[in-house]
């Protein structure tokens, strides 16, 4: 069963503007990851997020966690066409703290930032 | 500098024929796994491994079989494809503490 949920499912708009994109959990988890993924290709890591951590920023990224709510953002600043592509978020929910590879996938979000 | 490499990028098989998916890393990780894609599904966890010799099953594992005889492959073996089976598949490794690195993926239709 997926462990995310996210929202919206698609996304458009123009260059230079803010892209937010969210994601919802159903179980405790150590880590939120969000990847990218351009079109016919494998997904890139993009940020992870500790669940100890409410913050967390990277360039034009920035992400958040909220535990008691179960939900994270990815917020893309300044957006630009290349930066059109899927976005993915996913959870190591894993006992012990060490996910041994296996993540959780949402179903992604589709961003697409029109010159 | 590969990272993890899949072969085939295309294939496509007939209901009940059997064909094995490679992949490959050169990042010397202990953990890889195999997940599929479908439309409006994510990436779902088909089999794992957390090193030579040690493999185990994911979310969605029937009809696949996985062996991990060295650190560098971890091959998946369809055993009688089915159309059910159509779908992009991703290999990915990683170590402790570190993302996932993925392959850019094989995509196989089952006619």
């Known amino acids: 069963s997926q462990q995310g949920e996210e929202d919206p499912q698609a996304l458009s708009i123009q260059e230079g503007e803010n892209a937010t994109m969210n994601c919802s959990y159903k179980?405790?988890?150590?880590?939120l990851q969000w990847y990218r993924q351009n079109s016919g290709r494998g997904l890139v890591h993009l940020i992870l997020i500790r669940s100890n951590e409410r913050e967390k920023h990277s360039g034009r990224l920035r992400v958040t966690l909220d535990t008691s709510k179960k939900s994270s953002s990815l917020l893309i600043t300044a957006s630009r066409a290349a930066d059109t592509a899927s976005y993915f978020c996913?959870?190591?929910?894993?006992?012990?703290?060490?996910?041994?590879?296996?993540?959780?996938f949402g179903q992604g979000t589709i961003l697409t930032v029109h010159p | 500098n590969a990272g993890v490499t899949q072969t085939p990028k295309f294939q496509v098989l007939k209901t009940g024929q059997s064909m094995t998916l490679q992949c490959a890393q050169d990042?010397?990780?202990?953990?890889m796994s195999w997940y599929r894609q479908d439309p409006g599904m994510g990436l779902r966890l088909i089999h794992y491994s957390v090193g030579a010799g040690i493999t185990d099953q994911g979310e969605v594992p029937n009809g696949y079989n996985v062996s991990r005889s060295t650190t560098e492959d971890f091959p998946l073996r369809l055993l009688s494809a089915a159309p059910s089976q159509t779908s992009v598949y991703f290999c990915?490794?990683?170590?402790?503490?570190?993302?996932?690195?993925f392959g850019n993926g094989t995509r196989l239709t089952v006619t």
């Open positions: 996913a959870t190591d929910a894993a006992a012990g703290g060490t996910s041994y590879g296996k993540l959780t």
């Open positions: 990042m010397n990780h202990e953990y």
């Open positions: 179980t405790s988890i150590n880590n």
């Open positions: 990915a490794s990683s170590s402790t503490g570190s993302p996932l690195h």
